[in-house]
């Protein structure tokens, strides 16, 4: 009797919620044990969406680059319970969707379900969090599949030179290696590496769940500490990895055989939790946000140098960067790189005007809000907020962390960051040569 009443304390213990709290934006949750979950209702919609990210980089895979990726792909090809078609048909069967995905910085498994099936997907949700199989027959089917997928992305320039701008601004880090490994690692990866990968890293200290829809709150939290109060963190916690500061610029090329030239430039920025991450990212909209960019207009509506141009700051952890993405011909490859660099040395020599500010923010904030209208949307940045480090309530934050954002701000992180730029080139350079 004893026993049992100790056993009844530790299951207790082991559901409890260590701390709670309710915002504008959202609620927090954290279990004992370590994972972190927010809630957010809607009863404006008929769905729940349920997003799980894993705090877990490439870094992760170590001497075997696509580890985590194959992990990740693999925990929905079957359970103690549940065969692969049994996990994916069990979801449509109800009107859902599900999908593992794997980031630089993180991995996913997304659910959408009508707000009345919240409870099943939840379920099959812990069932493949819990109870992975990771069956030899699978994993060799899987590493099959991936390594075909990864030898297809030579004929895909696009994905060749974004490899290669990876490994050209990331150079001598764990991030310079494509997400999804090499045909060569994935060969390599055993079962019992799977296996491993998969009891150090999918713990609930590195576990963040976004649940947003048409939920009942006290009880969606209740199911989740039966459902996943029970796991046991691990020693493993993600470790962020900064590189120096880059001090020259590199650039990578890489030939084949196209009608056109791929360019890929980027400059090293800083985290998203950095104060001058709002500010790098208003710079870089009104380099190549949208047909109203300055690249978009000078180099492609006006002289004609482009099929396609753009730039990004993805919201990351670690080192941050801005990356822009341009086609052009073979004839005008120089003309399009200097078009590029003339660009980015306006910006950080010139104010940007008040109109133009202005302009780029309201953008920004309309963009924002359309990334919103879903609502796996929702919960995926509410996750990914919380598990950066910016918390989830940037969420409601960020478009007045915009309007603080003045010219004389942009002119200064131009100045600091849009230097010594990665660069990285595929095209036909039998053709022409870059000078």
């Not at 120096?244 to 920025?269: A, C, D, K, W």
């Not at 870089?284 to 978009?296: A, D, E, T, V, Y």
């Not at 590029?340 to 904030?365: F, G, P, R, W, Y």
Request: charged share 20%; hydrophobic share 35%; proline share 4%.
């Amino acid at each position: 009797m004893k026993r049992a009443i100790i056993l009844l304390l530790f299951l207790a213990a082991c559901t409890s919620v260590s701390f709670e709290e309710h915002t504008n934006a959202a609620s927090k949750y954290v279990l004992s044990n370590g994972m972190t979950i927010i809630l957010k209702e809607n009863n404006d919609t008929g769905m729940v969406a349920i997003d799980l990210l894993l705090k877990k980089s490439i870094a992760n895979d170590e001497e075997k680059p696509g580890l985590g990726f194959l992990t990740t792909r693999m925990l929905l090809s079957g359970t103690q319970t549940r065969s692969r078609e049994d996990i994916v048909n069990q979801i449509e069967n109800i009107g859902g969707t599900i999908d593992a995905k794997t980031f630089v910085e993180y991995s996913e498994i997304a659910i959408s379900v009508p707000s009345d099936k919240t409870s099943i997907a939840l379920d099959i949700l812990s069932d493949v969090i819990k109870n992975p199989t990771f069956t030899q027959e699978e994993v060799d089917k899987a590493k099959t599949i991936l390594i075909e997928e990864i030898k297809a992305k030579k004929d895909n320039p696009d994905i060749r030179t974004e490899d290669l701008f990876m490994a050209t601004i990331y150079a001598n880090s764990p991030y310079q290696h494509p997400i999804d490994g090499y045909a060569e690692t994935i060969e390599q990866i055993t079962r019992e590496d799977v296996i491993t990968h998969y009891k150090n890293w999918f713990a609930p200290q590195n576990m963040y769940l976004a649940i947003v829809g048409n939920i009942n709150e006290k009880k969606t939290i209740n199911a989740i500490k039966k459902l996943f109060g029970e796991m046991q963190p691990t020693n493993y916690f993600e470790k962020t990895v900064y590189l120096p500061p880059r001090t020259e610029p590199t650039t990578n090329t890489s030939n084949m055989v196209l009608e056109s030239f791929y360019i890929q430039q980027g400059y090293q920025t800083v985290p998203a939790t950095h104060s001058d991450f709002v500010t790098v990212r208003l710079a870089n909209s009104i380099l190549g946000s949208g047909s109203g960019s300055r690249l978009f207009y000078n180099l492609r509506e006006k002289r004609g140098l482009a099929y396609t141009v753009y730039s990004i700051t993805p919201s990351t952890r670690t080192n941050g960067f801005i990356r822009i993405t341009m086609i052009s011909r073979p004839d005008v490859i120089n003309q399009s790189i200097d078009g590029i660099n003339e660009q980015v040395e306006l910006i950080k020599a010139e104010m940007v005007s008040e109109d133009e500010l202005t302009l780029v923010k309201q953008k920004l904030k309309g963009f924002f809000a359309l990334d919103h209208q879903k609502t796996s949307d929702q919960a995926n940045y509410l996750a990914l907020y919380e598990m950066q480090g910016l918390g989830y309530q940037y969420d409601v934050n960020y478009p007045h962390l915009l309007d603080k954002v003045t010219p004389s701000d942009i002119f200064t992180v131009a100045n600091k960051y849009f230097n010594n730029p990665a660069t990285a080139i595929v095209g036909p350079f039998n053709q022409t040569a870059i000078e």
